[in-house]
């Protein structure tokens, strides 16, 4: 099965307006930002999808019923679009270097122990809703809500944790309600109640102390930029 390019699959428009199904071969992006109704890979046979820098609109849902024989790579971005209920399937899969945004006000449920650059939103209000008993690696953290529009992030099961994972870094978003949470993996997890989050339930691993009682200075990473609580 060849490699196809996204020019080859959209020679004159850069949207798709089915869905996209890869189960063999290689899919390259070349770069182009995209968009389509479902992304699904599934199957054993060997296969690639190559996202270089684009970015991709999901409006349905994202489906990789396993990463079996599946190399993932690139650097842009998965922005799950949708204005209803929409799911992430990630098939445990390593989207390390890509973000992937909750990008419409369809609530986003994540499925799978899977790898990612980050996860953003560009909506607010914004749910996030963690299958119970997966662990999710992230290298960056960006929630960022607003007063009366905040982000939640729960759990699917109420009362059994989602664990979320990083190895260094100081996270800390703000208006984001948090529940079910178990945030670990060295990294520390900054979540001050004076900067509009919530500590709902049943978190382990958040400071959620207000950020003047910080001695020093900690960088969290937001929305792209960084912040200082003094």
Known sequence: ??????????????????????????LNSNNFELS??????????????????SKVSVSG???????????FTGSGTINMSGTSAKTFAGGSANYSGVILNQGGSGELTITGNNRFGGISNTVRPA??????????????FMFNGADGALVT????????????????????PYY????????????VWRAPINYGNVNVS?????????????????????????????
């Open 1 to 26: 099965f060849p490699t196809r390019r996204s020019s080859d699959l959209f020679p004159s428009h850069d949207t798709y307006t089915k869905s996209i199904s890869v189960l063999a071969g290689t």
């Open 153 to 172: 992030i729960s759990s699917t099961t109420n009362g059994t944790r989602y664990t979320l994972t990083s190895t260094a870094g100081v996270f800390a």
């Open 176 to 187: 984001t309600s948090i529940r079910d949470s178990n945030a670990t993996g060295g990294a």
């Open 36 to 53: 389509c109704i479902d992304f699904s890979s599934s199957g054993s046979l060997t296969r690639a999808i190559n996202l270089g820098t």
């Open 202 to 230: 049943n978190n382990l691993g958040w400071d959620f102390s207000n950020s003047n009682i910080v001695t020093g200075k900690q960088i969290g990473r937001a929305s792209g930029r960084e912040r200082v609580f003094r």
């Open 127 to 140: 749910s996030i809703k963690f299958t119970a008993n997966t662990t999710t690696t992230l290298d960056k």
């Open 61 to 71: 849902n994202w489906n990789l019923a396993t990463s079996t024989n599946l190399a």
